[in-house]
């Protein structure tokens, strides 16, 4: 077998692109540095329900973000136990995402799917048990939803799209009225 | 065949002589080539996108897998770099335009029709940004159109005008000073028809077609 010297530079070039370039995908989305776990830290403290400030011009939290949807965002952090989650959907637009650090959407409430506008949630990693925690009053329990979160920290993001540009004082206090926090496991 | 091909290049060594310096200089040309070709195609299908993590539609880009856990590595990648929380395409799907219908680039120093068909979700919106994904500052703080606030006719269609200075109708403004690129983003919330796995399918001619009107 004769192999040019040329090609033998040609074929090895291309497999060590190649080799660079699964790398270079691969290892990209830990090194990005201001993704939006990052993004949101800044703002406040973890299991606490935070607004987002509108976006204008030259001045968001994340790229891209709608101008004409109200956003608030939980940073939950699940080593101390599970995290509860309550929202009084205001309109059936309503969306509440659930994400890892990274961005993936492993979750979501859609507020057009919800019975009743009453949304409480306790969100816990696979291995934390969130049972009869209201064994004191269980018809009360009957509406929690139990999210099983892939990772201890992540993010819970609600959206709430605008009915009108005259509507964000409405949906800012609805957002206010949001809470996010400890799940307190007295029981 | 390893053996064959030590003997091959032990041989092309020798007809190379003892200029092990050129063979050294091939080898670092051949690297930085390589490092070349493989970071740019990476960024590229990471920051563009290709056919196997993006369709493209008209004007209308969109990552099909993007913020879904079992995205492949071109989206995940493409997603933390953008820094971005978006909905999974079962929930949302997000249309970006950086070129008008004709494949010419979104300037704010021309003047735009942006006509659209009846979406079938329960909400939709068109936001304007500049090329580095900012709102842009204008008196009227109008940065986008909705479903609940466009202007529609009897059929539902609509048509956004984006320019400069004011406009009859839907008039998103593209800002003062020098001529910028422009992005828009077609967000389509709770999509109606979806497909078998729930993602939300929105017809090619449904999504709206950007016509350049004049430029300066």
């Known amino acids: 077998m004769r192999v040019s010297l040329p090609g033998l530079y040609i074929a090895l070039g291309i497999v060590l692109a190649g080799l660079i370039h699964v790398v270079a995908v691969l290892t990209l989305p830990t090194l990005a540095p201001r993704d939006a776990q990052a993004r949101l830290a800044a703002l406040g403290p973890a299991n606490t329900m935070i607004q987002l400030p509108p976006p204008t011009p030259g001045r968001q939290v994340m790229p891209l973000m709608a101008p004409d949807v109200r956003y608030a965002f939980c940073r939950y952090d699940l080593s101390d136990g599970p995290v509860r989650l309550r929202a009084h959907i205001a309109d059936e637009h309503w969306l509440i995402g659930f994400y890892t650090p990274l961005g993936e959407n492993f979750y979501a409430v859609v507020g057009a799917d919800m019975k009743q506008p009453e949304v409480d949630l306790i969100i816990a990693t696979a291995d934390q048990t969130v049972a009869e925690v209201g064994v004191d009053s269980p018809e009360a329990f009957d509406n929690v939803v139990v999210v099983s979160s892939p990772v201890v920290e992540g993010i819970a993001l609600i959206r709430a799209p605008l009915a009108g540009s005259s509507r964000s004082a409405e949906a800012e206090r609805a957002l206010k009225a949001t809470y996010c926090g400890q799940h307190k496991t007295s029981g | ?216």
């Open chain 2, 1 to 216: 065949m390893p053996l064959t091909g030590t003997s091959t290049r032990s041989s092309l060594w020798r007809e190379e002589g003892s200029t092990s310096m050129r063979a050294i200089g091939y080898f670092i040309g051949t690297f930085a080539a390589a490092l070349i070709l493989g970071i740019g195609s990476a960024w590229y299908m990471i920051e563009r996108g290709s056919p196997l993590t993006t369709s493209t539609v008209g004007p209308w880009k969109s990552w099909l897998s993007e913020g879904n856990p079992n995205a492949d590595p071109y989206t995940r990648a493409h997603l933390a770099r953008s820094g971005r929380l978006p909905l999974t395409s079962t929930a949302a799907r997000y249309f970006a335009a950086n070129t008008d219908s004709r494949g010419s680039t979104l300037s704010s120093g021309c003047e735009y029709s942006i006509v659209g068909a009846p979406l079938n979700a329960r909400w939709w919106s068109v936001a304007l940004y500049d090329e580095y994904g900012s709102l842009i500052a204008n008196p009227s703080n109008r940065y986008s159109f909705n479903s609940e606030e466009a202007l529609r006719r009897a059929d539902g269609s609509f048509r956004i005008n984006l320019s400069r200075n004011a406009r009859p109708e839907n008039w998103l403004p593209s800002g003062a000073g020098t001529n910028r690129n422009l992005v828009l983003i077609l967000r389509v919330y709770g999509s109606r028809d979806t497909d078998i796995s729930g993602i939300g399918q929105i017809p090619p001619d449904r999504l709206p077609k950007i016509e350049r009107v004049r430029c300066g």
